[in-house]
């Protein structure tokens, strides 16, 4: 999976030969999952983008939240929207119309070897930073080096640790290395951001700031910077790559400028009055009720969906097993079956949205029936650090249906809070053999879930489970996340075509104990250890299936989270002087395809 989140979709339905055939043991223009890239050698761009993009005009875009340094590869602190995207480079570049396929960007060509634990980069002779100077072997090995080091937000750590070292062969030429066969491994080992030594022999690396422009090789320069309000790139006209076909029709604008919000509701206000050019939704309500007025009925701003093929992964109101309360899996399943997604669908969400059941929703890794005779032969070494229900039909979120109802729901729940040794209190708030209430809080960084979780809440409260919830600014949100320090939160743990390394961050033990993974649940499980290896490890297409499958059984049978839902298109609306190309890309996030667009005249 690549680092960029939007690897999420949908995937293919086909049998995945390792990754170093045919490439194996010749130089290569890209590399590929199914080993056959899409674009032949000599490609003049990728299809989602224009053929002769008009370039020019500010971008104006927005974020919610506060940016406080330049540095966006350390834990501490929040950087600016977009910078990491069109300031930093990598050896690779992936393709938004394939799974998992990376083309050269500051590697002119890649040499997988034949045994697979080693990859060769020959970099681009015209590769430059910002500055004039030459990006060099010596840069990819620092990079990795200090990705991989405490300097560093874990997340590099954890999904580049199999990548044991860099070799420098030449100026121009570098080897990396693997501590095991992973057939990810080549294509992950092209997504390490590059990075200029001698900058970071200068700036510290571990001490960010909001006064050290960044220096990076990619198309945009950090113009000003309003700490805190805005920042403005512009788009360096001796970018190096500009002749490149993985830059053909991308970052078509002089200028990108973010300006920062801290409600959401304000932000929408300032884009109907034309502050910014672009607003990805992720509200129904907004969706339905906001996007709408003069401007949009005159076709000033277009409200559009856009088709993609990504998968949903899964997004849900996630129970932090670091706390006591939440460590008795029968507890855990009470508080899902208290949530009414029916209702919620039909009274809030406009019937939007559909439940999301799997770990790996809307695709072919989502687990279904009982196991496999594939999926078997990973559970069964496991069956005495498993559940029973794993073993049977696929646990799957409670419904309110008919027959089904929210009462008969709650009085299941009732019954698991007895059996767990909850009983009522004086004031009708559960409390344990030690005497303590069963009140927990839901941290939030977005008031629109407040609509949410107040009908939520109220289904709780029948239970004896008294659930406080609060918005927070993002900064502390971010800050409170990052450290475990929280009771529920929502969070979303988006799947790629391909799972692979990701997944260590997200569910392993080890990231269970580092401050800012993305196992925010906290799992901490020898069955969950074993199944992401066997992801990670996967040697074809098949066997990485049926390892996905089984962990998501897995999952699923631990409830550890309240399963939202989602929606199969990307919910957008933008003023009219923007123009995307005809073609969609298949796996994409909104925002990334958007540096495709151009700017015309406003209509």
Excluded at 144 to 167: G, R
Excluded at 266 to 287: I, L, T, Y
Excluded at 314 to 340: C, K, S, T, Y
Excluded at 354 to 367: P, V
Aim: contains cysteine; glycine residues 6%.
């Amino acid at each position: 999976m690549s680092l960029n989140f939007v690897r999420i979709g949908s995937l293919i339905s086909m049998t995945l030969c390792l990754v170093f055939s045919p490439q194996a043991g010749r130089a290569a223009h890209a590399i590929s999952m199914d080993g056959q890239p899409k674009y032949m050698q000599g490609f003049k761009r990728f299809d989602y983008t224009f053929a002769q993009p008009k370039v020019g005009g500010t971008l104006v875009l927005y974020a919610i939240g506060a940016f406080d340094k330049l540095n966006p590869f350390t834990l501490k602190g929040a950087p600016p929207y977009k910078l990491s995207e069109v300031m930093f480079e990598s050896l690779t570049t992936r393709s938004m119309d394939e799974p998992f396929t990376q083309y050269g960007l500051l590697a002119k060509d890649i040499q997988v070897a034949a045994d697979g634990m080693s990859v060769i980069y020959t970099l681009d002779p015209n590769a430059r930073f910002s500055d004039g100077t030459p990006v060099t072997a010596e840069d990819v090995r620092f990079s990795l080096e200090i990705l991989k080091s405490d300097k560093a937000a874990p997340l590099y750590q954890i999904y580049f640790q199999d990548i044991a070292k860099a070799n420098v062969l030449s100026p121009q030429k570098v080897e990396f290395v693997f501590s095991v066969k992973n057939r990810e491994l080549p294509l992950i080992s092209g997504e390490i951001p590059i990075l200029s030594k001698a900058y970071f022999e200068k700036f510290p690396f571990d001490k960010p700031n909001m006064t050290d422009i960044p220096l990076g090789s990619g198309p945009y320069l950090v113009e000003e910077v309003q700490p805190g309000k805005t920042i403005t790139y512009r788009r360096n006209p001796n970018y190096w790559g500009w002749h490149l076909p993985v830059r053909q029709g991308f970052f078509n604008f002089e200028r990108i400028m973010v300006k920062t919000f801290l409600d959401p509701t304000v932000a929408m206000e300032a884009f109907k009055a034309g502050e910014f050019d672009f607003k990805f939704e992720n509200s129904s309500k907004a969706w339905a009720r906001d996007h709408a007025g003069d401007k949009f009925d005159s076709g000033r701003i277009i409200k559009e969906t856009l088709p993609h093929g990504n998968g949903a992964g899964m997004q849900g109101f996630v129970f932090n097993l670091r706390r006591p309360v939440f460590q008795d899996r029968r507890v855990r399943e009470a508080f899902i079956l208290a949530f009414d997604f029916e209702w919620s669908n039909k009274n809030l969400f406009y019937d939007q949205y559909t439940r999301s059941s799997s770990y790996f929703s809307n695709s072919e890794m989502a687990a279904t029936g009982k196991p496999t005779p594939g999926e078997l032969k990973l559970l069964e070494p496991l069956r005495g650090k498993l559940l029973p229900e794993v073993f049977q039909e696929v646990t799957t979120p409670p419904s309110t249906n008919p027959p089904s109802s929210i009462r008969d729901n709650l009085r299941r729940a009732s019954q698991l809070l007895k059996e767990a040794g909850w009983s009522l209190g004086a004031d009708k708030i559960l409390v344990n053999a030690k005497g303590e209430r069963m009140e927990v809080e839901a941290l939030l960084d977005n008031p629109q879930f407040n609509r949410v979780f107040d009908p939520y809440a109220s289904n709780l409260s029948k239970l004896g489970i008294k659930l406080n919830f609060r918005t927070v600014d993002h900064s502390l949100y971010q800050e409170r996340r990052q450290s475990f320090d929280f009771d529920m939160i929502v969070d979303s743990f988006p799947q790629s075509q391909s799972p692979g390394n990701e997944q260590r961050d997200m569910w392993h033990s080890a990231s269970a104990k580092i401050k800012g993974t993305r196992n925010t649940i906290g799992i901490q499980d020898e069955a969950v250890d074993a199944l992401v290896e066997k992801v990670i490890y996967a040697n074809n297409r098949a066997e990485l299936v049926d390892a996905c499958r089984a962990l998501d059984r897995v999952l699923l049978a631990g409830h550890y989270l309240v399963p939202n839902f989602h929606i199969p298109f990307h919910r957008v609306s933008y003023w009219s002087k923007l123009k995307h190309p005809e073609k969609f890309p298949l796996y994409y996030a909104a925002d990334d395809w958007l540096m495709t667009w151009q700017l015309v005249e406003e209509k």
